[in-house]
């Protein structure tokens, strides 16, 4: 998985129908999809309950591309393996969930996967210059974790600036999660962000049986944030 800069659309899962994940996963790739994003949660350190392990390597055969799972989780270090094993492609963690997000890290790369740093919208990047030799990706959350529909924060847009300019030329990728639309996917892309999670706004509009509304909100927003950098 090199990286690149040009604006990848990760789909989350989470707006998809749950009676046909496997045929959702395959629908929105054949529509655009870059990277397939699958929001774990587990009712404690978010305030809903999700996928585990056993899903993503039910979803894995499913997916031709990245898989890329959010965990909205804690403790987290004793999934990762299970995780690695399920098949992804990146595994996030956030750095509110534990104590010790710099072994968290170092956990999820011993795996062979890419590591993600997650950060929730009351989380300031002062812990993050130290972090950044270890992740791949960061995770800025543009809404509070546990819900998909939420409203963007608009106050995110801010963070993104700051960490662009932080990571300099190193090989990050920089994700948002949360409230991506047609209308504020060019702040965040403005701002420097290049993979962007959306949910309710990829989805609406089709199904299994009538993908052709994916492919055109993925467009959209694609469209959207690229005309946004110039």
Same mark, same amino acid.
């Given at each position: 998985?090199?990286?690149?800069?040009?604006?990848?659309?990760?789909?989350? +899962?989470? *707006?998809?129908?749950? =009676?046909?994940?496997?045929?959702?996963? $395959?629908? /929105?790739?054949?529509?655009?999809?870059?990277?397939?994003?699958?929001?774990?949660? &587990?009712? %404690?350190?978010?305030?809903?309950?999700? !996928?585990?392990?056993?899903?993503?390597?039910?979803?894995?055969?499913? +997916?031709?591309?990245?898989?890329?799972? %959010?965990?909205?989780?804690?403790?987290?270090?004793?999934?990762? &393996?299970?995780? =690695? @094993?399920?098949?992804?492609?990146?595994?996030?963690?956030?750095?509110?969930?534990?104590? %010790? +997000?710099?072994?968290?890290?170092?956990? /999820?790369?011993?795996?062979?996967?890419?590591?993600?740093?997650?950060?929730?919208?009351? @989380?300031?990047?002062? *812990?993050?210059?130290?972090?950044?030799?270890?992740?791949?990706?960061?995770?800025?959350? @543009?809404?509070?974790?546990? !819900?998909?529909?939420?409203?963007?924060?608009?106050?995110?847009?801010?963070?993104?600036?700051?960490?662009? *300019?932080?990571? #300099?030329?190193?090989?990050? %990728?920089?994700?948002? &999660?949360? #409230?991506? @639309?047609?209308?504020?996917?060019?702040?965040?892309?403005? *701002?420097?962000?290049?993979?962007?999670?959306?949910?309710?706004?990829? !989805?609406?509009?089709?199904?299994?049986?009538?993908?052709?509304?994916?492919?055109?909100?993925?467009?959209?927003?694609?469209? =959207?944030?690229?005309? =946004? $950098?110039?």
């Amino acid at each position: 998985m090199p990286l690149d800069r040009s604006i990848k659309i990760a789909p989350s +899962i989470l *707006a998809a129908d749950f =009676a046909n994940f496997g045929a959702e996963c $395959r629908a /929105i790739e054949a529509q655009g999809a870059d990277w397939v994003h699958v929001d774990v949660m &587990d009712g %404690h350190f978010v305030p809903n309950l999700t !996928f585990g392990p056993a899903m993503c390597a039910a979803l894995r055969p499913h +997916i031709a591309g990245v898989m890329d799972v %959010h965990l909205m989780i804690a403790p987290v270090d004793p999934c990762i &393996d299970a995780f =690695a @094993t399920a098949g992804a492609d990146v595994i996030t963690a956030h750095l509110e969930a534990g104590p %010790h +997000i710099h072994r968290t890290l170092q956990a /999820i790369r011993s795996t062979g996967k890419k590591a993600g740093l997650a950060l929730n919208p009351g @989380t300031g990047l002062d *812990a993050v210059p130290q972090l950044l030799d270890l992740v791949d990706l960061v995770c800025v959350m @543009t809404v509070n974790p546990g !819900f998909g529909g939420q409203s963007f924060i608009a106050s995110q847009v801010a963070k993104v600036r700051a960490l662009r *300019a932080m990571i #300099g030329d190193r090989p990050i %990728h920089i994700e948002i &999660d949360g #409230g991506v @639309t047609v209308a504020t996917a060019p702040l965040v892309a403005a *701002a420097g962000a290049d993979v962007l999670v959306a949910g309710s706004a990829v !989805f609406k509009g089709g199904s299994v049986g009538n993908p052709a509304p994916y492919g055109a909100n993925i467009a959209a927003i694609r469209v =959207a944030a690229e005309a =946004a $950098r110039g």
